[in-house]
């Protein structure tokens, strides 16, 4: 299913909210989040945006607006959180999976998951659970 660019932007929201949920955005961290967008999230589909650029970058883009903009890690998991209840239907097994594995591989950077980032992926996989 073809993915409007506001589900690209909310995705940044969440990883974003994982990634700063212990106070701090690392380095490491956006690289782990450019592997994915590469290897994973690109795939999703093919769709451009107006400047003909894939639109899983603007992932990047807004993830790093939100940290230049010291955005609340917990105001933005309740973007994700709003605009995926109320866009369910974008959300399927393999979406949910592909969040997950994102998630987990932002949070395990420095090779163990502090309580911080174990707590929110906690309700995150609950509510990916809970969406249908």
């Given at each position: 299913?073809?993915?409007?660019?506001?589900?690209?932007?909310?995705?940044?929201?969440?990883?974003?909210?994982?990634a700063?949920?212990d106070g701090?955005?690392?380095?490491?961290?956006?690289?782990?989040?450019?592997?994915e967008?590469?290897?994973?999230w690109k795939?999703?589909?093919?769709d451009?945006?107006?400047?003909?650029?894939?639109?899983a970058?603007?992932i990047?883009?807004?993830?790093?607006?939100?940290?230049?903009?010291?955005?609340?890690?917990?105001?933005?998991?309740?973007?994700?959180?709003?605009?995926?209840?109320?866009?369910?239907?974008?959300?399927?097994?393999?979406?949910?999976?592909?969040?997950?594995?994102?998630?987990?591989?932002?949070?395990?950077v420095?090779?163990?998951?502090n309580?911080?980032?174990?707590?929110?992926?906690?309700?995150?996989?609950?509510?990916?659970?809970?969406?249908?």
């Amino acid at each position: 299913m073809k993915k409007p660019e506001s589900f690209y932007e909310k995705l940044a929201y969440l990883f974003y909210a994982i990634a700063d949920c212990d106070g701090n955005v690392n380095s490491k961290e956006l690289y782990k989040l450019h592997e994915e967008v590469v290897s994973i999230w690109k795939s999703i589909d093919n769709d451009q945006d107006e400047f003909n650029t894939d639109l899983a970058f603007e992932i990047e883009a807004i993830f790093e607006w939100l940290e230049d903009n010291r955005y609340s890690y917990k105001d933005a998991y309740k973007e994700f959180t709003d605009y995926a209840t109320e866009h369910k239907r974008l959300f399927d097994v393999l979406v949910k999976e592909k969040i997950m594995h994102t998630c987990n591989n932002i949070a395990s950077v420095f090779k163990s998951v502090n309580h911080a980032e174990d707590n929110i992926l906690h309700e995150l996989k609950d509510f990916l659970e809970k969406l249908s």
